[in-house]
């Protein structure tokens, strides 16, 4: 007797199941995504830049498909637990003062609490909750160091820190190109992952018109 025909129907609910769960998923980063827009357009459009960035540098290093595929959530959602933010403090356009920051240096936890929750993005609420984390420990909120950090932590607090850099505010402009790419060298094995600096800043110079152009100026006038 053929037993392919009896595991047939079987195999194609799994099929079934399976992308109803990856539609399913898609959605609800969609969803998150959108709310980021509500609070703020420039936090939803500058982690949609991440994801893009995130992407090439995870292929760039070799990174397996479930590391890629958290570093896609991450990107996306890892400014999420600013909704808990006040929007005084988001957009207050001059120096934080300390209690201000100490509230800011939450978001991180508050996108771990939020996505935690949710099955299949546990692993992706980990990487959020340590993007804030500094190469040489001094980071935020578990003073991680080295590769005590997630790798995909790692990977967005490189272009999370680019992109700030370079993009444009209502209060403020975006640093020159040759301004942004010293600052993250300088901070590179202290703040930074050197190998994730190298890896972005290896296509991100070769490409820093399109860069600009994403990031809302150009090089033109950011110089």
Known sequence: MDTTLNWAPNSLRIKEVEEQVFALRSSVICAFNQLLDLKDLNTGVHSTRLAEWGMRVGQELGL????????????????????????????????????????????????????????????????????????????????????????????????????????????RKGLPSEEAVRRLILASGTQFDPVVVQCFLSFAQTEMAGVFAAAGTSVSSAL
């Open 64 to 171: 397996e498909e479930p590391l890629l595929a958290n570093l896609e959530i991450a990107a996306l959602l890892h400014d999420i637990g600013k909704v808990g933010i006040p929007d005084a403090i988001l957009h207050k356009p001059g120096k934080l003062e300390p209690d201000e920051y100490a509230l800011m240096k939450k978001h991180p936890e508050y996108g771990w609490a939020v996505l935690r929750m949710l099955p299949g993005f546990e692993r992706a609420a980990l990487d959020i909750l340590h993007h804030h984390e500094s190469f040489d420990g001094k980071g935020y909120p578990a003073g991680l160091k080295e590769t005590e950090i997630p790798v995909v932590s790692r990977i967005v607090s490189v272009i999370d820190a680019f992109d700030a850099m370079v993009s444009s505010r209502p209060y």
